[in-house]
Structures are given as structure tokens and as C-alpha cells.
């Protein structure tokens, strides 16, 4: 029955379809909706459907979603025909990612365009530029708080540029990704200029109150996401008299979700940019979508419906276009941004493995596994039809946000591990050479998050201060580890730009008064390519950093178990100081890899005993990624101090 009403109600739009929308070509766009209306209006309903212009939002929904099927190239319609054909081609171990700051790597979007080569060179063939919206000139978050959502910022570049980039791109088979920020706007975005000259319709866009009564509700149970920089949750306007809900920043107004009309702009927006060219969207903030008295404003459920909405109605007019999830949660809550079915991803198809990331530094502070071991058992199963985004480093800070119960597991006391690891990253613990800086310290809790280069965390800056050769290798090993590991864990592995030319610290921010209280844009760096130029000098720290992740890279894309298709099994063994995993083919017995990782700066060795099928195969065992047979003797693998292994046996 209620596909029924659903059906009805969806013929009733068509009928009331504008007529220039009606006469167009439509007939994909006709199958895809209704396939997947009955979806849409439940979602829809349930969202907004106690609202009396229900319908009338229901007509401009489908409305929105024709115009800009319209409007979509015919080149990009052949690409969404292509991969709906192909439907888990984004699973594929072929793809490499790299995240940038476009000013930073080239200086705007043309210098970009003219260094696609380098990303070619060292096998990335996925480019996540950071922020490029309009922002204000003066505090923007990094870019985060968009003044125009469908202008690129006139300092990076225009929309034609982009245009540009994405053709070249697309020649290459590079994907582009780019950053839409749902949650909020900037305080200068014109919706917000409107609500506080007292326009109603778009104070109906943002959570705005006369006094501090429901403020102060709110206040009971939210969080605060910058308690140093900007505590609190409400921020009040002179101008417009009234307390507007600022989680981030004062300068960023949350976006009123419970609005249809909100969720209507915001879906345009997506589609905007899907029809630029953009390969995946990262929707920035998700977790915040939804604000409920008595909450976190957190994980809410209704969050979720707003993203299998906009998932939904993205497949409609751009099914070749992938989302991925900015969350960065619980593990037991991240894997529900996937959307909950048994296979599919109803919400997003790729999320942030910040858990994984988290872990991999707790390994790289204690010399020893033993924590991330435990953590990663505590990682829930993906669904077949997503994938994870593995990273060592981001544009964010390190946060330290593991369970409980899994630090006492391992062995530590969870508040005085978190305190080494903080005393550990800021170089203030005996025989720690990281130069990572503080960031978020909440004075109530006691938190704090980490900044500070991959680099000059793991103590490469230190040891080219001193001209510590031994440390320096060990600097440059520990880099080739972590990376070694977001490449065969599963997922597409996401390297930060800079990284892999061993890009230390950058303290210019300090001159700058709207990013010198953000200790975050100590690891944005502006790239010397005079210095990424010696990733091509031999005995330079460049070269061996580049050459390696080069190398390393390419060797990943031959191996297809590597693919994503929940095909990773880890390893309990009795060296702490190891991470083992295997990962092997659903379809194929015995064809498999086994990865070894020593966190430990002595050499270590693994009983190959424990590992069933792999004992008694010395002579057939070979490392994939250096072509050489590891060293074993007596059944026992010999890892070197901060080595590791793809083992495979011939």
C-alpha cells in the first residue's frame, strides 16, 4: 500500500513537471527514479512528511534532480552508464589517493593542472584537493566556511579552471574529489547576510533563538569541537539579536536540516559539483547533520536518513559519483555512515579509518603493536560494497580517541597512556625525537590532539637538525612502514601531500593572525619544487622517501588481492611487536599474502608455527615488494627494526 501512495504521489509530480523539464530528453533519468522513488519519498516522508507543503517540496525535489540531469554532459552520462555497468570498480587495489591544499601543492588550480605529471610519476590517480569554495578572506576554518557553494574561491582559481582540470584529468583516468560542506556556512554566505536582516525564509535555514532558553537545553548534552579556540555551542549576533548555533566556530552557523528547503539547496549543490567533473564527494561534518535537545547532536539517527536521501537521489541523475563520509567516530558509529544493509552502501561509499590511523601512531609512540592489535579487533566488518579511506596523515590533527576497554587490554592504564602519547608526540618523553605540537586541549577534560608533519612526528626533523644519520634512516623506515600498511590493509589508501618527500614542519602560519592560534596549519605546507625536485637525486632523503612510495605503489596495483572485498584476516601471534594480517582471495584457494609489520626498533622475528600453511615453505616465500626472499631459519621470519613484509609464496 505504501508503494502504492508513493507511485501515486510521484505521477502526480510528474504531471505538475515544469513543461522545458518535460519535453527534454529524460529516459535514464525516468528508469533510475523509479527505481528508487519509493526510497526517496520514504526517506523524504519521514524527514518532513508532519509538514503541511510536504507535496509541494516533494514537486521542487524531483524538479531539482531533472534540471540537473539536464544539465549533465553527455561525456559524464557515458561515465555514469560505464560504472553503473562496472558497480564495485572503485573497490579496485588500483586506486591511490592524495590529499592537498591547492595553493599549497601549485598555488591555484592552473598550477595544479601543470603538475598532473607528478602525481602520474608516483602512481596516484586520485586527488582530493582540500577546500576551494568562496571564503572569507579573513577566518574561513581552512576553507570550511563557504560564503558561496558554487563559486571556487577567485585566490585558487574559477570555475572554468576547474572545468579544466577535471577534462585533463578524466584524460589521465585521475579521479577528482572535492570537499561539500553540509553541516554549516559562513556567517557572510548569503543566506546567512539574509537571516540577519530579520528575512524569515532563511532564518528558517539556521537554529537561531531570541534568549538563551533552548541554547542553554542544547548546551546540557552537546559536546564542544574547538573548547580552546571556541567553546561553546552558540555564538549571539548583535545585528540580528539572536543566539545562532555555532558547533565549529563562531564564524560557521549550522545548517537547519529539519528545513526541507535546506535539504533542498544542499542536494543542488552536491549535484553542481558532480556536473564540474567531480568524481567523489567528500561531505564534509556528517556526523552533525541532525540537532536534538537531549543529545550529542551526534550519529542521530535522522543524520543518516538525510545521507541515504542524498545518496538516493545522487543515484538518480550521477550513479558514477562516490561519496565519502567525514566522520570521525567510534568505530561502532563510523561504520554506520556505510548506511546499514546487509551489502550495498545506502549513505556513503567510502569513510575515513581514522581508528586505523589512530592506532598506527600509538604503534609508532610505544615501539610495539600490542595496542593496535587489540584496537583493530574492535573495527566492525564493512559492507562488501564500500570501502575504507586509509591514511597516515590528514590536513586534521591526531586524535586519541581510542576505546577504553581496548588500551586495558593491552596492558596500559587508558588516562596515563593517553598522557605518554601526548608527552611522546610533543618530544617530551625520554628518547623521543617527534616534534608535534598541541591542539583542541580541553582544560574540563584533559584531552588534547596532536599536530605536526608525518615527518616531524616520527622524528625526521629532529635527526636532519642533528645530522644523526642512524636516526634519519630510522625516520625514513618508519614513513615506509606506516605507508606499507594503508596500502595492503584494504581500502584506498589516501597519502597527504608533502609526505612523500618527507615534508617537515612548516612554522610560517605564526605570521599570520587568522592561523596562528591553529596549530593544525603547522603541517599545511607550501611545497618547495626545488626540493621535490631531488625526490630525483640519489642520497637525499627525498629520493629515498619518493623512490620507495613509488615503487611501492606500483607493486600494490599488481596485487589483486589487495582488492577491497573484505578479504583480511588478522593474525594473533606472540611477538607484540608485530601487526599481521592476511589477505586472500575469495574465489581462489591459496592464493594469498601474508603482512608482517615491526613497530620495533631491534630486529624481530615471527615463528612461522603459527601461521599454519606458511610453515615449511622457506624456499617458496617471496617478498613482493622487494622481488627477495625474506630471511628465515629454523621456520622463524627475521623481520629488520622497523621492517616489513608482502609475503607471498611462489
Known sequence: MYEQISHTLLNDILNQIKPEISKADLRHFYTRLGANFYAIHSLFEKLYGDRDDFAEHALRLVETMARKYINRSEELKLLDESRERDYNWFLSQKWVGMALYANGFAGDLKGLRDHLGYFQELGVNMVHIMPIMECPDGSSDGGYAVSNFRQIDDRIGTLEDLNDLAKDMRQRDLLLVMDVVLNHTSDEHEWACKARKGEQKYLDYYYTFENRTVPDMFEQSMLEVFPQTAPGNFTWNEEMQRWVMTVFNNYQWDL????????????DIILFWANQGVDVLRLDAVAFLWKKIGSTCQNEREAHLILQLLKDCCQVVAPSVLFIAEAIVAPSEVIKYFGEDAVIAKECE???????????????????????????????????????????RCHDDIGLGFDDKDVIKAGYEPTSHRHFLVEYFLGKFDHSHA????????????????????????????????????????????????????????????????????????????????????????????????????????????????????????????????????????????????????????????????VVANFNAEPQYLNLEE??????????????????????????LLIPRFGFYWLHQA
Not at 592506532?359 to 560494497?385: C, E, F, H, Y
Not at 570501502?387 to 597516515?392: E, F, H, R
Open 256 to 267: 537547519n536540516y529539519n528545513n526541507p528547503a535546506v535539504f533542498i539547496e544542499m542536494l
Open 435 to 594: 616534534r608535534g605540537l598541541p591542539f583542541g586541549q580541553n582544560l574540563k577534560t584533559g584531552d588534547m590532539r596532536i599536530s605536526g608533519s608525518l615527518a616531524s612526528l616520527v622524528g625526521l626533523q629532529y635527526a636532519l637538525e642533528v645530522g644523526d644519520i642512524e636516526a634519519t634512516d630510522n625516520s625514513i623506515k618508519m614513513i615506509l612502514l606506516l605507508h606499507s600498511l594503508i596500502f595492503s590493509f584494504g581500502g584506498i589508501p589516501l597519502l597527504y601531500y608533502g609526505d612523500e618527500i618527507g615534508t617537515l614542519n612548516d612554522d610560517s602560519y605564526l605570521a599570520n593572525p587568522y592561523k596562528m592560534d591553529d596549530t593544525r596549519w603547522v603541517h599545511r605546507p607550501t611545497i618547495d619544487w626545488e626540493k621535490a625536485d631531488l625526490r630525483h637525486a640519489p642520497g637525499t632523503v627525498e629520493y629515498a622517501i619518493f623512490s620507495e612510495l613509488k615503487r611501492m605503489i606500483a607493486v600494490r596495483k599488481e596485487i589483486d588481492v589487495f582488492a577491497d572485498f573484505n578479504n583480511r584476516e588478522l593474525i594473533d601471534v606472540d611477538n607484540p611487536n608485530l601487526f599481521v594480517f592476511e589477505r586472500y582471495n575469495l574465489h581462489k584457494q591459496g592464493d594469498h599474502v601474508l
Open 350 to 392: 567510502v569513510a575515513y579509518n581514522a581508528t586505523f590511523m589512530a592506532l598506527m601512531w600509538d604503534a609508532v609512540a610505544t615501539k610495539n603493536a600490542k595496542l593496535l592489535n587489540q584496537g583493530i579487533k574492535s573495527l566492525p566488518v564493512k559492507l562488501d560494497r564500500a570501502t575504507w579511506l586509509n591514511y597516515v
Open 611 to 636: 601461521i599454519g600453511e606458511w610453515k615449511n615453505q622457506k624456499d617458496q616465500i617471496v617478498d613482493l615488494y622487494s622481488g627477495k626472499s625474506p630471511d628465515i631459519y629454523k621456520n622463524m
